[in-house]
């Protein structure tokens, strides 16, 4: 059956609007999640809502506050958050278009799927996602969700689309903060050739399928044997070892990748020899 979706309004690009609705692309299921339990009697403990002057609060009595200084606050009705609803609080405005490949990964946030809003918008929706797929384009738009105004990337996925969340430039921080400090050292030569050759035996096409949360699993078969009363089997954790010659290291790390290894010598010598060629 198909999910039900979170969000209904329209994609806007300039004079043009497409009835769309938005579904979560995340599986929240497929995690396991643990409740937090009294520790004698292993009841489940509930969260209550405290007041410190009037003891507990039912929910119908919560209301927004802004805190303005230590303590003071200011009540925001719902009327009030009314007067401040923009234009993207019904619609994904599309503003600009850019390259694919100008989307930095780093940026990437939560991932929803995007389809038409019944078979009247589906002619639309089809035109727009053809047009991007055809010129490789990502489509950067603004939509209010959870009530805060995001940025999103829009792009084609099969016969829909999907669209991220995206985090706004001041909240990403530069690399230059973290990496400013290594100094540009050179690097060896023969081990950059290992390292690739390393690099090669171990590339695949990707197929997200084959990996699998693995710590995930692990704990599912500690709770169905703590189900059953059985004493859960201790994985050994092997310590890594110290790596004291690189060169080596990765002499030994090519050897055990490759089906048919070649002596991962033979390049350096390769390398050695055409060093000498240069110098002559």
């Not at 719902?78 to 940026?107: G, H, M, N, P, W």
């Not at 790390?253 to 070649?262: D, G, I």
Request: charged letters at 25%; hydrophobic letters at 40%; glycine letters at 6%.
């Amino acid at each position: 059956m198909k999910p039900r979706s979170i969000w209904t309004g329209y994609l806007k690009i300039s004079l043009v609007t497409i009835p769309v609705r938005v579904y979560t692309a995340l599986n929240p299921a497929a995690g396991i999640a643990f409740h937090q339990l009294h520790k004698e009697c292993h009841q489940r403990l509930r969260h209550q809502l405290v007041c410190p002057v009037h003891g507990a609060v039912p929910r119908e009595d919560l209301v927004k506050g802004y805190e303005y200084a230590p303590d003071k606050y200011i009540v925001v009705k719902e009327t009030d958050l009314e007067q401040v609803r923009l234009d993207t609080t019904r619609a994904i405005e599309l503003v600009q278009f850019i390259a694919s490949k100008e989307l930095d990964a780093l940026y990437l946030d939560t991932p929803y799927y995007i389809g038409p809003d019944g078979p009247v918008a589906e002619a639309g929706f089809g035109v727009l996602r053809e047009a991007l797929r055809r010129s490789n384009r990502i489509g950067l738009g603004r939509v209010v969700l959870a009530g805060k105004e995001k940025l999103v990337a829009l792009e084609p996925v099969g016969p829909g689309l999907v669209l991220f969340t995206l985090r706004y430039g001041a909240e990403v921080r530069p690399a230059a903060a973290y990496f400013g400090d290594l100094a540009d050292q050179p690097v060896e030569e023969s081990q950059v050739a290992l390292a690739q050759q390393l690099i090669e035996h171990k590339s695949a096409p990707l197929d997200l399928a084959q990996f699998a949360d693995r710590y995930q699993t692990a704990l599912r078969d500690l709770i169905k044997g703590k189900i059953n009363g059985t004493e859960p089997i201790l994985v050994p954790h092997p310590e890594a070892g110290q790596v004291i010659n690189l060169l080596e290291a990765l002499r030994q790390s090519v050897a055990q990748s490759e089906p048919n290894p070649a002596p991962a010598r033979k390049i350096e010598r390769k390398l050695r020899r055409k060093k000498l060629a240069l110098a002559a």
